[in-house]
């Protein structure tokens, strides 16, 4: 059965940072591209960030050089990196990995 399950969201003044993870299971994890997304009420869910099973990354404009995504494959976690955060950036954000999702953690960041 496979698992993603994202955590580390929650409310930050604009310009903070956070780091959201998404542990994997029941994939090989090593193997397989993961992908951050994020979605707010009346939109369609936006794809911020990729990382392939070899580290190639790539990003969203919007993200770019603020976001940084990472792997670690013995823990089988992506995780996402946000910094320079901004009101724009609230969104629940998604974890995506061998076409399954992850349940959402909501990110808030206030002016």
């Known amino acids: 059965q496979v698992q993603l399950v994202e955590s580390g969201g929650g409310l930050v003044q604009a310009g903070g940072s956070l780091r959201l993870s998404c542990k994997a299971s029941?994939?090989?994890?090593?193997?397989?591209?993961m992908r951050w997304y994020r979605q707010t009420p009346g939109k369609e869910r936006e794809l911020v960030a990729t990382?392939?099973?070899?580290?190639?990354?790539n990003y969203a404009d919007s993200v770019q050089g603020r976001f940084a995504i990472s792997r670690d494959n013995a823990k089988n976690t992506v995780y996402l990196q946000m910094n320079s955060l901004k009101p724009e950036d609230t969104a629940v954000y998604y974890c995506?990995?061998?076409?399954?999702w992850g349940q959402g953690t909501r990110v808030t960041v206030s002016s």
């Open positions: 995506w990995g061998a076409a399954y």
């Open positions: 990382i392939t099973g070899t580290g190639t990354t």
């Open positions: 029941g994939i090989i994890f090593s193997a397989i591209g």
